[in-house]
Nanobody, 115 residues
Framework: QVQLVESGGGLVQPGGSLRLSCAAS????????MNWYRQTPGKQRELVAS???????NYADSVKGRFTISRDNGKNLVFLQMNSLKPEDTAVYYC?????????WGKGILVTVSS
């Protein structure tokens, strides 16, 4: 059974940092592309950052230079380091694991950027 469990969210002031983690189980982690999405009420879920099985990364324009995605294949973990956070980064962040045949989601974790 596939499980993706996000952690590390919470409340942070503008300009602050948070590090999200996603622990994966039930999959051959190293072959999956891992992604972070986010969603706010009334809006579509948007791709924030992705990292392929060969460690290539891609970022939404809105987070380039501020967020960094990384993965630890030995521990089945993917991270999202978020720096210089802005109020508009407030959202529920979702971990996603994807191959050509599979597309699995975590339950999401709330990040609130507010003073």
């Amino acid at each position: 059974q596939v499980q993706l469990v996000e952690s590390g969210g919470g409340l942070v002031q503008p300009g602050g940092s948070l590090r999200l983690s996603c622990a994966a189980s039930g999959i051959t982690f190293r072959i999956y592309a891992m992604n972070w999405y986010r969603q706010t009420p009334g809006k579509q879920r948007e791709l924030v950052a992705s990292i392929t099985s060969d460690y290539s990364t891609n970022y939404a324009d809105s987070v380039k230079g501020r967020f960094t995605i990384s993965r630890d294949n030995g521990k089945n973990l993917v991270f999202l380091q978020m720096n210089s956070l802005k109020p508009e980064d407030t959202a529920v962040y979702y971990c996603n694991a994807r191959t050509l045949l599979n597309n699995d989601w975590g339950k999401g974790i709330l990040v609130t950027v507010s003073s």
